[in-house]
């Protein structure tokens, strides 16, 4: 009976036939941060009182809980947080060219 190949390349497996994990590059810490969503700056202001509310409630379930006040949320509602998350995508977006152009000029 042959043998059945694996859907895995052959370098991807060691001699042993397990799996590598590959390698992360490293993050650089001079790096910008990501911009925020909406959500989650809703989350930030938020988090405190639901978390009052359901103090027996564990981290995942206080995200479930986040998530649905957010889904029941009117589009006036979530408008602030939508202004916030604009401002922070601006914020990123400066940070990461200033970033980019400082990354090119130490590399003359």
């Known amino acids: 009976m042959p043998k059945v190949k694996s859907a895995a390349p052959a ?4 001699a042993k036939g397990v799996e590598k994990k590959k390698k992360r590059t490293k993050k650089d810490p001079n790096a910008p941060k990501r911009a925020l969503s909406a ?3 809703y989350s930030q202001s938020a988090r ?3 978390k009052q509310n359901n103090p027996e ?3 995942g379930e206080l995200g479930k ?3 649905a006040q957010w889904k ?4 006036a509602q979530k408008a602030p947080f939508d ?5 922070d995508k601006v914020r990123y977006e400066k940070e990461k060219a ?8 130490d590399e003359e």
């Open 11 to 14: 370098s991807s497996r060691n």
């Open 39 to 41: 959500y989650m700056f």
């Open 48 to 50: 405190e009182s639901v």
């Open 57 to 59: 409630a564990t981290f």
């Open 65 to 67: 809980l986040l998530g």
């Open 72 to 75: 029941e949320m009117t589009p």
């Open 83 to 87: 202004r916030q998350a604009e401002a």
């Open 98 to 105: 200033a970033y980019a152009a400082q990354g090119s000029s």
